[in-house]
């Protein structure tokens, strides 16, 4: 399994990017994919899950109403859109697949991940 994150960049606050996750090698509706970052000295949290058939989608606090998942199962794709951004989003972002997930205390776990990729940088100046 082969997963490709890109569409990072360097982007002012206040505007948008759209990060693209690509898979190869799997049986793309089989698994759930989700979206993590991990800012410089910290650890790497959830952002945004989206199920198999893109009927179920699920956010953390900090990105609720700013960030939209979606996904394109013909093209193997999902994306993340992410809008109003701020400085603090400035991080690398990775996606992930897994055949099921869980949310528990309003957070999906890394290590419950199957497959990563690797990351795409965002950062957002000020």
């Known amino acids: 399994v082969q997963l490709q994150a890109s569409g990072g960049g360097l982007v002012q606050a206040g505007g948008s990017l759209r990060l693209t996750c690509a898979a190869s090698g799997v049986t793309f509706t089989n698994y759930a994919v989700g979206w993590f970052r991990q800012a410089p000295g910290k650890e790497r949290e959830f952002v945004a899950v989206i199920n198999w058939s893109g009927g179920s989608t699920y956010y953390s606090d900090s990105v609720q109403g700013r960030f939209t998942i979606s996904r394109d199962n013909t093209k193997n794709t999902v994306y993340l859109q992410m809008n109003s951004l701020k400085p603090d989003d400035t991080a690398v972002y990775y996606c992930?697949?897994?055949?099921?997930?869980?949310?528990?205390?309003?957070?999906?776990?890394?290590?419950?991940?199957?497959?990563w990729g690797e990351g795409t940088l965002v950062t957002v100046s000020s």
């Open positions: 992930a697949a897994a055949a099921t997930f869980s949310i528990r205390s309003g957070t999906v776990d890394p290590a419950g991940m199957d497959y």
